[in-house]
């Protein structure tokens, strides 16, 4: 059982940064990939972002494409997501998860992901 920890989640005013991290205490990230996903007030969970097990291979949905970044540190056994230019619509809690390593990237197909963690909430004011 892969268990996933985010963090850096917080209150951030539109147009600020954040840079929020996975980890898993008791496994190796390396071996899955690794998405993030978010859920916004009244809607239902979306993928924005993955990096590929595979050869690190990032896709990012429109939404975020030019403002997030995803990236790995397999030294430290984390996944990180850096949020630029955040807007209020940003707002939301944002989950990581892994998936096998054949998961395609571009498709952030959320039944492919065996493995969330908890959440970390962000929240952008206007």
């Known amino acids: 059982q892969l268990q996933l920890v985010e963090s850096g989640g917080g209150l951030v005013q539109s147009g600020g940064s954040l840079r929020l991290s996975c980890t898993a205490p008791e496994s190796t990230l390396k071996y899955y990939t690794i998405g993030w996903f978010r859920q916004a007030p009244g809607k239902e969970r979306e993928g924005i972002s993955a990096?590929?097990?595979?050869?690190?291979?990032?896709h990012y949905e429109d939404s975020v494409k030019g403002r997030f970044t995803i990236s790995k540190d397999d030294a430290k056994n984390t996944v990180y997501l850096q949020m630029n230019e955040l807007k209020p619509e940003d707002t939301g809690v944002y989950y990581c998860?892994?998936?096998?390593?054949?998961?395609?990237?571009?498709?952030?197909?959320?039944?492919?992901?065996?493995?969330w963690g908890q959440g970390t909430r962000v929240t952008v004011s206007s």
């Open positions: 998860a892994a998936a096998p390593p054949w998961a395609t990237v571009s498709t952030m197909t959320q039944a492919w992901y065996d493995y």
């Open positions: 990096i590929s097990k595979q050869d690190g291979t990032t």
